[in-house]
């Protein structure tokens, strides 16, 4: 007998066993093949083997469950924070949907709702510092479309809590499912920790749900228009749009008649489960203290809603019924959506079929709260997955499949190695997209296709999968209240009293004391000082390796070092400059594309590393000049973040080489016209002659005309619509620096560089000009902003000079040089 069999024996039992091997391989396989029609969904109850003559009891199915998922043909991802999966996946293309138009819809909008509740957590920390962090840890939306209904479900209950007060605060109603899908979350937050390609890849893929969305509340999607069929989960959301959502938990009593009741038809429901909520420990060492908020997977609420509601297959055999969310079903809970399906006799039920990896959590939650479906057909169709198939992945959205992928369950898909595997377990892409006209017009278009998949172009994702299994120990042990309140005190103070020196040294060996113990995470010790887990760890670090250094609570950001160059002043301080936009993507990629002549080679070079045909970096040696106009432009216009130029470029991570040769290219323009500004001659404004400021004209950094001005006949100093700078005494142009109207990247600093220029002295205040505002440049020398219109003056033989700015299309080139 073969040691895995006699395993599984040991774990599950003989009838187990017996059942996976004994029946007919062609009727025990997992039922996931597509029907004709193209819908989910094959197989029925009927289709499964014989129930065994000894069931087995949940502890025997999670036992057998783990001698499976902790061997081959099973491997771990990421010390298990990626779960675990096979060492090769089916990468899925993007692909039409026909037939699964409802589904579709499902998925996108699952998507957009997560996007929101991440929007509307952001927006309550900004009104609450530190009062909506419940739900920081939420990973996924999933959705469910039954009886022409919506039900919407979240890892975290306050998830939903925070989106629905947020909208009620700000709506001064219960909102409706329209105004709570206009929270989006921030570039920063939604892209944090992703790769360039990811990021990329994820804001377009919203972008394009958002014009699908917009389609469907306007009443043009759905119907069956335009190639595409009937759209159930449309036509449910259009039913009642301005109907507030209702927020349930799947407990009610009531639940039942919300999910048959005609007169709930086209509703939206919110579902929580209330028994994931904070609650006292009733056993244990720590009884009587509050238990911190649990989660289970977004499917599983959704599960747990049709068990809780009594909600039987004939109360929905009239209607579609289908499970999607942002995410494909991980192992465990394509388990669960498959026993719903066959065993429970939802056999109309539709899910996405093609499941991503196996985590332990999903398993336990369901032997927690739904140990009805934890039995030998559990157990056998985990069997079926681990054993018969492999881990489903998708391809990136406009990557398309090579020759030698093969069609698989409705589209086309390659096996790849698991180092390729997305990060993100995102449902296959869709093919079309949508697009939205001036006038609000709807059309359905093929969404273009930018690159083949290959092994010598793709990006590494998930990493190489390693076969020993040896699990981590958990750290999720807290501090108690009174923990908590003891190291606050020693690292802050208390009762008026500054913490001191001996004090903050204790919390460290305190803290030290608790980290040690392997079982208490650096983010809770470091929740309780009120500090970054990576700058309080940092202490405990330096601690354990080198001793006590010395603290100075009122001077704690201020370490004096000898020989170390003075910190500038908060005005003059580096700032990187806004991130790389949508409108800035496509400049730099029209500058490109736009290359003629023997430039053509270096624009084609880089057309098939954007499209992941060939690999390596661009040289900035030999950059196009006509590129590196383009980027200057950009740079001083809408201080771009150059590592992001640089990125799109393919010129290196960093952007250092590109941004030396953007700032070359300005000093060199600069050195230039204040050569050619001593030859010009400015007409005469009526300006007081004492204050002129002739050595300006030698540091006027842009191209510049001369325009009669009448001054204005109220003096106005406001820097309204200008980032203000410290103490409010300066401001950017257009960026995110202070006081640099280049907007570089560094404040005060050589324009669109990184040093900070801390030695320059800041001269006597010239004379104030009613209508303008005062700034200087990085060699002190004054400039003036029209408080009314915003545009650049500098006085130069008590003259004043409009300079022109990239942007003033109303101003006349001088022949000073021209607009780059």
């Known amino acids: 007998m073969p040691a895995t069999v006699q395993a599984m024996q040991d774990s599950a039992g003989n009838a187990a066993v017996s059942l996976m091997l004994g029946a007919n391989p062609a009727s025990a396989s997992y039922s996931v093949q597509r029907m004709e029609s193209g819908g989910y969904g094959g197989g029925s109850a009927g289709a499964y083997p014989a129930a065994a003559q000894q069931p087995l009891n949940h502890r025997q199915v999670k036992a057998g469950i783990s001698k499976l998922v902790d061997a081959p043909p099973m491997v771990n991802y990421g010390a298990r924070r990626q779960g675990r999966a096979h060492d090769e996946f089916w990468m899925r293309f993007p692909r039409f949907k026909p037939g699964e138009e409802a589904e579709e819809t499902l998925s996108e909008t699952s998507a957009l709702l997560f996007d929101s509740m991440k929007g509307a957590q952001e927006k309550a920390k900004e009104a609450e510092p530190g009062g909506a962090t419940e739900d920081a840890n939420n990973r996924e939306v999933q959705g469910m479309l039954i009886n022409d209904r919506l039900v919407f479900a979240s890892n975290f209950n306050s998830s939903i809590d925070t989106l629905v007060r947020q909208g009620k605060r700000d709506f001064g109603q219960d909102p409706t499912l329209k105004q709570l899908l206009m929270y989006q979350q921030s570039d920063a937050g939604r892209t944090h920790g992703l790769h360039g390609y990811e990021a990329e890849n994820l804001q377009e893929k919203l972008a394009s749900f958002r014009r699908k969305n917009q389609a469907v509340f306007s009443g043009q999607r759905g119907a069956g228009e335009q190639g595409r069929g009937p759209d159930a989960t449309a036509m449910a959301l259009q039913a009642k749009v301005n109907a507030p959502v209702i927020v349930v938990n799947v407990e009610d009593p009531g639940l039942h008649s919300m999910l048959t009741s005609r007169k709930y038809e086209g509703r939206v429901f919110l579902v929580r489960f209330a028994a994931l909520d904070p609650r006292t420990k009733k056993i244990g060492k720590n009884k009587g203290e509050m238990k911190q908020e649990e989660a289970v997977h977004a499917e599983q609420k959704l599960l747990l809603a049709l068990s809780h509601a009594r909600i039987k297959p004939r109360h929905v055999s009239e209607k579609p019924l289908a499970i999607m969310g942002k995410y494909r079903p991980c192992m465990g809970c394509a388990a669960a959506l498959k026993y719903y399906q066959e065993q429970l006799g939802f056999q109309g039920l539709s899910f996405d079929e093609n499941y991503g ?123 108690t209240e009174a923990e908590a309140q003891q190291l606050h005190a020693l690292w802050n103070g208390a009762g008026g009293v500054p913490a001191t020196n001996e004090s903050r040294q204790q919390a460290i060996e305190l803290a030290y004391k608790h980290y040690k113990r392997g079982t208490m995470p650096i983010k809770h010790l470091a929740g309780a ?292």
């Open 529 to 820: 000082v009120d500090m970054s887990p990576d700058r309080f760890g940092s202490y405990l670090t330096h601690y354990e390796k080198n001793g006590h250094w010395t603290h100075q609570p009122e001077k704690s950001n201020k370490h004096e070092t000898k020989g170390r160059t003075k910190k500038a002043a908060p005005d003059k301080q580096f700032s990187k400059g806004v991130p790389l936009d949508e409108e800035g993507k496509k400049a730099i990629k029209a500058s490109v594309r736009s290359l003629r002549g023997k430039d053509r080679d270096w624009a084609s070079q880089w057309e098939k590393l954007h499209s992941r045909k060939a690999s390596g970096e661009m040289p900035t040696r030999g950059l196009p000049k006509e590129l590196l106009k383009t980027l200057v432009e950009l740079r001083l216009r809408n201080n771009y973040n150059v590592p992001e130029m640089s990125q799109l470029l393919r010129t290196g991570d960093n952007g250092d080489k590109l941004r030396k040769l953007i700032n070359n290219k300005i000093k060199k323009l600069e050195e230039e016209r204040a050569g050619s500004s001593a030859s010009a001659q400015p007409q005469d404004v009526a300006m007081n002659e004492a204050s002129a400021q002739p050595a300006a004209a030698a540091a006027a950094p842009a191209t510049w005309a001369t325009t009669d001005l009448a001054a204005p006949a109220v003096a106005s100093y406001s820097t309204a619509g200008y980032s203000g700078g410290a103490e409010g005494g300066s401001a950017s142009y257009g960026g995110e620096s202070s006081s640099s109207y280049y907007g570089g990247e560094s404040n005060y600093a050589s324009y669109g560089g990184e040093s900070s220029n801390a030695a320059a002295a800041m001269p006597v205040a010239p004379q104030e000009i009613p209508g303008f505002t005062t700034y200087f440049d990085e060699y002190s020398q004054p400039y003036y902003i029209e408080d009314d219109t915003g545009y650049h003056y500098i006085m130069a033989g008590g003259r004043m000079v409009r300079m022109q700015m990239s942007g003033d299309d109303d101003v006349q080139m001088s022949g000073t040089g021209g607009q780059y």
């Open 357 to 479: 990896h196996y985590f332990q959590g999903s398993v336990d939650s369901l032997v927690e709260h739904q140990q009805h479906i934890m039995d030998e057909h559990y157990l056998e169709y985990i069997r079926q997955m681990v054993q018969d198939d492999v881990t489903s992945t998708p391809a990136l959205l406009h990557e398309a499949a090579p020759a030698e992928a093969v069609p698989r369950r409705g589209g086309l898909s390659l096996k790849v190695p698991g180092k390729y595997a997305s990060r993100q377990a995102d449902v296959t892409p869709v093919a079309s997209d949508a697009e939205i006209d001036e006038q609000g017009t709807y059309k359905r278009v093929t969404r273009p296709v930018e690159a083949t998949w290959s092994s010598e172009s793709a990006h590494l994702g998930i990493g190489k999968g390693k076969e020993k299994h040896t699990a981590p120990r958990r750290k999720n042990e807290t501090l």
